[in-house]
């Protein structure tokens, strides 16, 4: 019979663990400012997006600001700066294509600086998903407890805080 054989599990089970430990992390982390229950599917559309005349940087600033209110942290809280390639401080561990879509990093003074490729203005559902994810960093970096598996763990706690 062709179909008498299990079907091989979508993740392997240490990363399932991990999975399930990170979202309850994350509820314990978000329950109380942002309930999971309360937060609606947001969609790359123009329901979430509205279509704007803006162009460039401007275009970039207005996405940033609707997913800002979207994710719930304060626009005025990040810098956002424009980059055209990869920064220096970006670590060596980071993926790496043809270039570094977006960055986050904390300058001297305690600011959040969100960077992003100027390309990435002609690509627009990734530039948000690109913001969206560096914002996600700075959520993170807010929270008491550092993420299941320790900080070296920070890319896969954010992926998992831009879903929620």
């Not at 460039?56 to 304060?74: A, N, P």
């Not at 600086?113 to 960093?137: Q, S």
Request: charged share 25%.
């Amino acid at each position: 019979m062709i179909w008498s054989s299990k079907p091989k599990p979508l993740l392997e089970s240490h990363h399932e663990e991990w999975q399930l430990a990170g979202w309850e992390w994350l509820n314990q982390e978000l329950s109380a400012t942002r309930p999971l229950d309360e937060t609606p599917l947001v969609l790359p559309d123009f329901d979430f997006f509205p279509a704007t005349d803006a162009t460039g940087h401007d275009l970039v600033e207005h996405l940033f600001g609707r997913i800002c209110g979207l994710m719930s942290v304060e626009r005025r809280a990040f810098d956002l700066v424009p980059h055209n390639d990869f920064p220096d401080d970006l670590p060596k561990s980071a993926a790496r294509g043809p270039y570094a879509a977006g960055t986050f990093s904390m300058t001297a003074d305690a600011r959040m600086m969100i960077t992003y490729h100027p390309t990435l203005v002609e690509k627009p559902l990734e530039l948000i998903g690109t913001l969206a994810h560096e914002i996600a960093h700075g959520i993170v970096r807010s929270f008491d407890q550092s993420p299941p598996g320790g900080w070296e763990m920070e890319e896969f706690a954010v992926e998992l805080t831009t879903v929620y």
